[in-house]
């Protein structure tokens, strides 16, 4: 992951603990948290001269990216602890 790809991870992700910090993830449609999260990527889109599409697609690689880092950190623990 690029310093600037984090940087735009680290803005929607801190926007989003923000405005959807209520909020139960499971529980909640998918379509409106991505509209909550809309103003912080059009202002990102703004500031990168990208279009809000591109952006959205970005920030959902990136959270997969994350996802998939953990995972395997995850994996890794438990191996070493002998869980596995």
Do not use: C, R, W
Request: net charge negative; no cysteine; charged share 30%.
């Amino acid at each position: 992951m690029t310093p600037e790809n984090a940087e735009i991870l680290h803005k929607i992700n801190a926007y989003a603990e923000k405005t959807l910090a209520d909020i139960d993830p499971q529980k909640t449609p998918i379509s409106f948290q991505l509209e909550t999260l809309k103003p912080v990527m059009e202002e990102i889109a703004k500031e990168k001269g990208m279009a809000l599409e591109d952006v959205f697609i970005l920030y959902m690689d990136l959270a997969s990216e994350v996802a998939v880092k953990a995972e395997e950190q995850f994996q890794t623990e438990l191996k070493d602890n002998n869980i596995f």
